[in-house]
T-cell receptor, first 113, second 119 residues
Framework: DQQVKQNSPSLSVQEGRISILNCDYTNSMFDYFLWYKKYPAEGPTFLISISSIKDKNEDGRFTVFLNKSAKHLSLHIVPSQPGDSAVYFCAASAKGGSEKLVFGKGTKLTVNP | GAVVSQHPSWVICKSGTSVKIECRSLDFQATTMFWYRQFPKQSLMLMATSNEGSKATYEQGVEKDKFLINHASLTLSTLTVTSAHPEDSSFYIC???????????????FGPGTRLTVL
């Protein structure tokens, strides 16, 4: 049973445009969500997180939106840059993040120059 | 800051041998270290959680006698794959949790991973 789902395995976007990566979860106990970026043969790098008490968190070009009623979150990257090309993982945790992280399968983002 | 290293970055071994992978937090003391495994085009699967000086907590389905975890200090954890078989070939990634000083959660910082190939 996959508790965190990233239904789009890949996404291609033009440089300068907005990239929107989506993530759905099924476990209503999850209350802390994170996005990680991963290059091939490297470990994931933390990007941005959001607690369930918020519906939006912004950090530079990255914004994460959380819709608790829909059990859906999204990562917006604007403007997209070629260096953003990577696999993006959504992860979720319960109890304010003190429980283990559960990862989605990832979405491969390609930003074309 | 918050750098986590892993050694080796890749290893090839014969079936039946044991392989040790090291995970180090270079510039902070990690309260907890985690070991993940990733198969191609799959998500990271948590194998075990380890706290310094205590036994690791393994996830369901992970054989503790096969995947030995030692957390000797606040900056070092090791994963030993004992009697490795071809099905153990995978990408193993560790992470170290940095104390957040009262924030909601301790952020996990990941190592670069170790590619294990068992012939």
């Amino acid at each position: 049973d996959q508790q965190v789902k990233q239904n789009s395995p890949s996404l291609s976007v033009q440089e300068g445009r907005i990239s929107i990566l989506n993530c759905d979860y099924t476990n209503s106990m999850f209350d802390y969500f994170l996005w990680y970026k991963k290059y091939p043969a490297e470990g994931p790098t933390f990007l941005i997180s959001i607690s369930s008490i918020k519906d939006k968190n912004e950090d530079g070009r990255f914004t994460v939106f959380l819709n608790k009623s829909a059990k859906h979150l999204s990562l917006h990257i604007v403007p997209s840059q070629p260096g953003d090309s990577a696999v993006y993982f959504c992860a979720a945790s319960a109890k304010g993040g003190s429980e283990k992280l559960v990862f989605g399968k990832g979405t491969k983002l390609t930003v074309n120059p | 800051g918050a750098v986590v290293s892993q050694h080796p970055s890749w290893v090839i071994c014969k079936s039946g041998t044991s392989v040790k992978i090291e995970c180090r937090s270079l510039d902070f003391q990690a309260t907890t270290m985690f070991w993940y495994r990733q198969f191609p085009k799959q998500s990271l699967m948590l194998m075990a959680t380890s706290n310094e000086g205590s036994k690791a907590t393994y996830e369901q389905g992970v054989e503790k006698d096969k995947f030995l975890i030692n957390h000797a200090s606040l900056t070092l954890s090791t994963l030993t794959v004992t009697s490795a078989h071809p099905e153990d070939s995978s990408f193993y990634i560790c992470s170290a949790s940095m104390p957040s000083g009262g924030a909601v959660t301790d952020t996990q910082y990941f190592g670069p991973g170790t590619r294990l190939t068992v012939l």
